[in-house]
């Protein structure tokens, strides 16, 4: 087997040396009744490089890939162009094959990588400072909840109907298990988002106001009178970024007055991979630090006086607090803050704004023209690079109608809130720089033919 | 001094006992690097755009002409976001790269990881465009292949195991802990019989009495026997109509099998209450032992560790959790179904008709594909052959690793027996003021990986070495002759280990200070030159 280093001679030398006659003594304490004596039933066996690429090529075969043809689709998920020292950079083996940095002499790379990381999310997100990262935009949401009820001694947070619904599902699921309730409603067709209601729903319990920004729908709106209304209640406002593009063409968060703003970064320098593995960025003010979950890299010197880079505040931490921790959380999505930091050093802050205006101004004229098709209607006043439209027609089999023809043409409401009819007919779109003309007018003649 | 982009440069000069000053702080190979915010700046980018977009788009870097769609919330302040070149961005990070010790470089025996080596078959698998580049929210009949992969890793996980379901979507062992204990807690809830506490071992990792509390249980320690297992004796006085849930480790994270797991998932089960295992170890066991012959009703698979998927400096990783029959209905959402020849994802929608009992949803989208890709890819390459010596050359190195130590330094279990894939040692018989902390970074200069320290609680001094079965026996017998001579340099007192190590790219850090006054983004100010 070419992974495995030992010859049938070392292994008997070294049988020998151990003083056991056979492999099977070292399973001793194995009880007998569960001992397998041979292969496991029901696998084949080992099979070579050339096979695995063989069979596993034919089931990726299988599937329709975002880049070869027209595609639309967003909703937590971007398909951004990754520059090619991105992948290089993550592949090399002293990144892909380290461990988290418990021994900071040998892993000064991935520490200063996790401090500029957190300045990079920090920065970007208008805030104070930032973790090392989480598993995804929707834990790293949920984990922003707690950390809020934690702050504040209150369980009760408001959700804004402009939340991605896994993210609210997630949170709904992982509520039950704690004390913490939340209030939620679908969101409307409208060009307007939910900040009236939001704002009267906020009293003296409420922990944390949440809300996505820009929304599922793609609106953009103005956060500091949600923050103001939260803040005179002593409640905290939340913001979930889950197109971080946005934020080096609109305002950030932090900007508005958000105490903790969490978000996916998976559209920065990682690919779409059916959904994961993705990164979780997680920002606060920096009073909140010691109620933060997850790694922190913290800058220090060593014993020659050198500026060095260790895991810091850990004391909120599993290993350390066990039942106590601030989270349960241990690995987190480092390779992929890696990625997402070699990609925004890469386009730096004149680079980001110019992808984002690109971006928006692709959208913009998708959105336009959209919108003259005949029956079709234009939700939003606001967005960045992500709208609704209202269809004269049911969304969800006309996306499947679309896919069917070569279109990836977006994510219908439908399928994301299969119980709300009043949204059957809303479809949301991503445009992006990948987008191309022939992509749009492959789109445009799509959705004339299934509206006609 | 401008030698550097930034003109950074350690702030100390270097001492005269490791070879005296050089200008730009480099010592040949070993090249300091500035932070990417002192190197870059706002106005240097490494990416181009086209230069004449197309009609879709206006012109590149000025704000687009439908301005007014952005709510008045254009940002105009600056950032604050260094950007570099393209060939300074490749030398920043590959500078940095060299500052870390990894597998590719030597052995890593950090015991509970299971730093095993990486297959690059993984990678190239996982970058194949149809799983690479399809989006999570595709209609279900265009990833028709991505969902048979799931399905198709979830069989080799479940007859791997022995168990009949398997829940995919947990993305980190401790998520998966998380899963499992929610799996009971339904479980339980749905036979009017909510509990309050859940059982650890002393000797457990600190996810679980975590994952215990964050999914509202009070965690109460069980202790262990003078052998390093569970005390069975003190388990079943303390099983009781208020115990949800027993968490075991198995093999166990002194290195050491339970011998008495069937015992004690009887005693569990007796007593109403449901067996969690910790499955960070199963590389010890795969193809020897399906966990599910041990009476377990849920089990988290770190892929990341038995399976070969990169930790990448510390992550991103991979749990799915194994399921017994009674904790199968309530497996979070979504997971992937075949019926007949389709491959069908059960969301919220169609979860009613046939998972009502589902407790939920645990992520956005469907899990780790990035690693599922990485480690189906791994267990076709080894075969059920392949796995089952995987164990075997696990548990042989750690064992060879043991024997060849155990005169020189105190091993607290080996009297008992053989251990698993993991040898334990204390500090016991060092000189007075040094400890393992010593030994661990002398391990360091001498081209090493330190093993895990001081866990076990358990053990005084603890260090956990897991060698992996990608190790040859050459690499192992460097090792240990490295640890015997620094093993006797501890006991003789040698104060020269208090200063090791001596040639990483840096000496020891001040952690005290780091978290005493923590800087956790760069600030100008803080770090003037």
């Given at each position: 087997m070419r992974y495995l280093p030992l010859s049938d001679s070392d292994r008997s030398q070294m049988l020998a040396t151990i003083g056991a006659g056979s492999i099977d003594n070292l399973f001793v304490d194995v009880p007998q009744a569960a001992r397998l004596s041979g292969l496991v039933e029901g696998l084949p066996l080992h099979a070579s490089e050339l096979s695995v690429e063989r069979q596993l090529g034919a089931m990726a075969r299988k599937n329709m890939v975002a880049g070869e043809g027209p595609f639309f689709l967003g909703c937590g998920s971007y398909r951004h162009h990754i520059p090619a020292t991105v992948d290089h950079i993550i592949q090399r083996g002293e990144f892909l094959t380290s461990y988290t940095p418990y021994q900071p002499e040998i892993a000064q790379g991935t520490l200063q990588m996790m401090f500029e990381f957190q300045t990079q999310v920090a920065r970007l997100f208008g805030c104070d400072i930032a973790n090392a990262s989480m598993y995804d935009g929707s834990t790293a949401c949920w984990e922003a909840i707690l950390m809020a009820s934690r702050i504040t001694r209150r369980e009760k947070a408001i959700l804004s109907s402009g939340l991605h619904p896994h993210y609210v599902s997630v949170c709904n699921t992982m509520a039950q298990f704690s004390d913490d309730a939340l209030a939620t409603t679908p969101p409307e067709l409208s060009a307007e988002p939910d900040t009236e209601r939001l704002?009267?729903?906020?009293?003296?319990?409420?922990?944390?106001?949440?809300?996505?920004?820009?929304?599922?729908?793609?609106?953009?709106?103005?956060?500091?009178?949600?923050?103001?209304?939260?803040?005179?209640?002593?409640?905290?406002?939340?913001?979930?970024?889950?197109?971080?593009?946005?934020?080096?063409?609109?305002?950030?968060?932090?900007?508005?007055?958000?105490?903790?703003?969490?978000?996916?970064?998976?559209?920065?320098?990682?690919?779409?991979?059916?959904?994961?593995?993705?990164?979780?960025?997680?920002?606060?003010?920096?009073?909140?630090?010691?109620?933060?979950?997850?790694?922190?890299?913290?800058?220090?010197?060593?014993?020659?006086?050198?500026?060095?880079?260790?895991?810091?505040?850990?004391?909120?931490?599993?290993?350390?607090?066990?039942?106590?921790?601030?989270?349960?959380?241990?690995?987190?999505?480092?390779?992929?803050?890696?990625?997402?930091?070699?990609?925004?050093?890469?386009?730096?802050?004149?680079?980001?704004?110019?992808?984002?205006?690109?971006?928006?101004?692709?959208?913009?004229?998708?959105?336009?023209?959209?919108?003259?098709?005949?029956?079709?209607?234009?939700?939003?006043?606001?967005?960045?690079?992500?709208?609704?439209?209202?269809?004269?027609?049911?969304?969800?089999?006309?996306?499947?109608?679309?896919?069917?023809?070569?279109?990836?043409?977006?994510?219908?409401?439908?399928?994301?809130?299969?119980?709300?009819?009043?949204?059957?007919?809303?479809?949301?779109?991503?445009?992006?720089?990948?987008?191309?003309?022939?992509?749009?007018?492959?789109?445009?003649?799509?959705l004339k033919e299934v509206c006609a | 001094m401008t030698v550097n982009p930034s003109g950074w440069r350690p702030s100390t000069p270097l001492s005269a006992e490791s070879g005296g000053e050089t200008v730009t702080g480099n010592r040949a190979l070993m090249l300091e690097e500035p932070l990417l915010f002192e190197a870059g700046n706002s106005e240097r980018t490494g990416v181009d755009f086209e230069c004449a977009p197309a009609k879709a788009g206006a012109q590149s870097g000025s704000l687009p002409s439908q301005g007014h769609r952005l709510a008045g919330l254009a940002r105009t302040d600056p950032i604050g976001l260094a950007g570099l070149?393209?060939?300074?961005?490749?030398?920043?990070?590959?500078?940095?790269?060299?500052?870390?010790?990894?597998?590719?470089?030597?052995?890593?025996?950090?015991?509970?990881?299971?730093?095993?080596?990486?297959?690059?078959?993984?990678?190239?698998?996982?970058?194949?465009?149809?799983?690479?580049?399809?989006?999570?929210?595709?209609?279900?009949?265009?990833?028709?292949?991505?969902?048979?992969?799931?399905?198709?890793?979830?069989?080799?996980?479940?007859?791997?195991?022995?168990?009949?379901?398997?829940?995919?979507?947990?993305?980190?062992?401790?998520?998966?802990?998380?899963?499992?204990?929610?799996?009971?807690?339904?479980?339980?809830?749905?036979?009017?019989?909510?509990?309050?506490?859940?059982?650890?071992?002393e000797s457990a990792h600190g996810t679980n009495p975590a994952t215990a509390a964050f999914a509202g249980y009070r965690v109460e320690n069980i202790p262990a026997t003078k052998a390093g297992r569970v005390d069975l004796e003190a388990l079943k006085a303390r099983?009781?109509?208020?115990?949800?849930?027993?968490?075991?480790?198995?093999?166990?994270?002194?290195?050491?099998?339970?011998?008495?797991?069937?015992?004690?998932?009887?005693?569990?089960?007796?007593?109403?209450?449901?067996?969690?295992?910790?499955?960070?170890?199963?590389?010890?066991?795969?193809?020897?032992?399906?966990?599910?012959?041990?009476?377990?009703?849920?089990?988290?698979?770190?892929?990341?560790?038995?399976?070969?998927?990169?930790?990448?400096?510390?992550?991103?990783?991979?749990?799915?959790?194994?399921?017994?029959?009674?904790?199968?209905?309530?497996?979070?959402?979504?997971?992937?179904?075949?019926?007949?020849?389709?491959?069908?994802?059960?969301?919220?929608?169609?979860?009613?008709?046939?998972?009502?009992?589902?407790?939920?949803?645990?992520?956005?989208?469907?899990?780790?594909?990035?690693?599922?890709?990485?480690?189906?890819?791994?267990?076709?390459?080894?075969?059920?052959?392949?796995?089952?010596?995987?164990?075997?050359?696990?548990?042989?190195?750690?064992?060879?690793?043991?024997?060849?130590?155990?005169?020189?330094?105190?091993?607290?279990?080996?009297?008992?027996?053989?251990?698993?894939?993991?040898?334990?040692?204390?500090?016991?018989?060092?000189?007075?003021?040094?400890?393992?902390?010593?030994?661990?970074?002398?391990?360091?200069?001498?081209?090493?990986?330190?093993?895990?320290m001081y866990f076990p609680l358990v053990v005084h001094g603890a260090m956990l070495i897991e060698p992996t079965e990608t190790e040859s026996k050459a690499a192992l017998d460097q090792f240990i002759a490295a640890m015997r001579a620094i093993a006797g340099r501890a006991k003789s007192g040698d104060e020269s280990l208090k200063s090791a190590p001596v040639y990483a790219p840096r000496r020891r850090l001040d952690e005290t200070l780091a978290a005493r006054k923590p800087v956790l983004v760069y600030r100008p100010a803080q770090t003037g030159e």
């Amino acid at each position: 087997m070419r992974y495995l280093p030992l010859s049938d001679s070392d292994r008997s030398q070294m049988l020998a040396t151990i003083g056991a006659g056979s492999i099977d003594n070292l399973f001793v304490d194995v009880p007998q009744a569960a001992r397998l004596s041979g292969l496991v039933e029901g696998l084949p066996l080992h099979a070579s490089e050339l096979s695995v690429e063989r069979q596993l090529g034919a089931m990726a075969r299988k599937n329709m890939v975002a880049g070869e043809g027209p595609f639309f689709l967003g909703c937590g998920s971007y398909r951004h162009h990754i520059p090619a020292t991105v992948d290089h950079i993550i592949q090399r083996g002293e990144f892909l094959t380290s461990y988290t940095p418990y021994q900071p002499e040998i892993a000064q790379g991935t520490l200063q990588m996790m401090f500029e990381f957190q300045t990079q999310v920090a920065r970007l997100f208008g805030c104070d400072i930032a973790n090392a990262s989480m598993y995804d935009g929707s834990t790293a949401c949920w984990e922003a909840i707690l950390m809020a009820s934690r702050i504040t001694r209150r369980e009760k947070a408001i959700l804004s109907s402009g939340l991605h619904p896994h993210y609210v599902s997630v949170c709904n699921t992982m509520a039950q298990f704690s004390d913490d309730a939340l209030a939620t409603t679908p969101p409307e067709l409208s060009a307007e988002p939910d900040t009236e209601r939001l704002i009267g729903k906020i009293d003296d319990e409420t922990s944390a106001v949440v809300v996505q920004y820009p929304d599922i729908l793609g609106r953009i709106f103005d956060l500091q009178p949600i923050a103001d209304a939260a803040h005179a209640k002593g409640a905290l406002l939340i913001a979930v970024v889950t197109e971080p593009v946005a934020l080096g063409l609109i305002k950030s968060p932090g900007e508005m007055g958000a105490d903790i703003v969490v978000g996916e970064g998976q559209s920065l320098g990682v690919g779409l991979q059916f959904g994961g593995p993705y990164v979780g960025l997680f920002a606060c003010k920096e009073r909140f630090v010691r109620q933060m979950p997850g790694r922190l890299a913290g800058e220090t010197v060593d014993a020659e006086g050198k500026r060095g880079f260790v895991l810091t505040l850990s004391t909120r931490e599993q290993h350390i607090r066990r039942e106590k921790a601030t989270s349960n959380i241990c690995t987190s999505s480092v390779l992929c803050a890696l990625a997402f930091s070699v990609h925004l050093s890469l386009l730096g802050e004149k680079g980001l704004r110019q992808l984002a205006a690109l971006n928006h101004s692709h959208a913009a004229t998708v959105a336009e023209r959209l919108s003259r098709i005949p029956g079709v209607q234009l939700v939003n006043d606001s967005f960045f690079n992500e709208f609704t439209i209202k269809l004269p027609v049911e969304a969800r089999p006309a996306v499947r109608t679309l896919a069917e023809r070569g279109v990836l043409a977006g994510v219908s409401l439908g399928r994301l809130y299969p119980d709300a009819p009043q949204l059957e007919n809303g479809l949301v779109l991503a445009v992006t720089e990948t987008v191309t003309d022939e992509d749009i007018d492959a789109l445009e003649a799509g959705l004339k033919e299934v509206c006609a | 001094m401008t030698v550097n982009p930034s003109g950074w440069r350690p702030s100390t000069p270097l001492s005269a006992e490791s070879g005296g000053e050089t200008v730009t702080g480099n010592r040949a190979l070993m090249l300091e690097e500035p932070l990417l915010f002192e190197a870059g700046n706002s106005e240097r980018t490494g990416v181009d755009f086209e230069c004449a977009p197309a009609k879709a788009g206006a012109q590149s870097g000025s704000l687009p002409s439908q301005g007014h769609r952005l709510a008045g919330l254009a940002r105009t302040d600056p950032i604050g976001l260094a950007g570099l070149s393209e060939p300074e961005t490749v030398r920043h990070y590959t500078r940095l790269s060299r500052q870390n010790y990894a597998i590719d470089l030597g052995l890593f025996p950090l015991g509970s990881c299971t730093m095993k080596h990486n297959p690059r078959l993984n990678e190239k698998i996982a970058r194949l465009p149809g799983f690479a580049d399809v989006h999570p929210l595709q209609p279900a009949d265009t990833v028709q292949g991505a969902l048979e992969l799931i399905w198709v890793l979830g069989e080799w996980l479940k007859t791997l195991t022995g168990m009949p379901a398997v829940a995919m979507s947990p993305k980190a062992g401790a998520h998966g802990e998380l899963c499992g204990l929610l799996c009971i807690r339904a479980a339980l809830e749905a036979r009017g019989d909510a509990r309050e506490v859940v059982l650890v071992p002393e000797s457990a990792h600190g996810t679980n009495p975590a994952t215990a509390a964050f999914a509202g249980y009070r965690v109460e320690n069980i202790p262990a026997t003078k052998a390093g297992r569970v005390d069975l004796e003190a388990l079943k006085a303390r099983l009781g109509p208020d115990v949800a849930a027993v968490m075991i480790t198995n093999p166990n994270t002194c290195g050491l099998f339970e011998p008495q797991m069937i015992e004690i998932s009887r005693a569990v089960h007796d007593a109403g209450a449901l067996v969690y295992c910790d499955g960070a170890n199963f590389n010890a066991i795969v193809g020897k032992v399906r966990p599910g012959d041990l009476g377990i009703d849920a089990m988290h698979i770190n892929l990341h560790k038995t399976f070969s998927t990169p930790h990448g400096g510390g992550g991103p990783g991979s749990g799915p959790v194994v399921l017994s029959e009674a904790l199968a209905p309530f497996a979070p959402l979504p997971f992937v179904e075949k019926r007949g020849g389709e491959f069908v994802l059960i969301e919220e929608e169609n979860a009613d008709e046939h998972h009502p009992g589902s407790f939920g949803r645990m992520v956005a989208f469907h899990g780790q594909m990035g690693m599922f890709t990485r480690a189906l890819a791994y267990m076709m390459s080894h075969g059920a052959d392949g796995l089952r010596q995987v164990a075997e050359d696990a548990v042989l190195n750690a064992n060879y690793v043991l024997r060849e130590l155990d005169d020189v330094l105190d091993a607290p279990f080996a009297s008992t027996g053989p251990c698993m894939h993991e040898a334990i040692f204390s500090d016991r018989g060092f000189a007075e003021g040094l400890s393992t902390i010593d030994l661990a970074k002398a391990l360091i200069d001498e081209g090493f990986h330190p093993m895990t320290m001081y866990f076990p609680l358990v053990v005084h001094g603890a260090m956990l070495i897991e060698p992996t079965e990608t190790e040859s026996k050459a690499a192992l017998d460097q090792f240990i002759a490295a640890m015997r001579a620094i093993a006797g340099r501890a006991k003789s007192g040698d104060e020269s280990l208090k200063s090791a190590p001596v040639y990483a790219p840096r000496r020891r850090l001040d952690e005290t200070l780091a978290a005493r006054k923590p800087v956790l983004v760069y600030r100008p100010a803080q770090t003037g030159e």
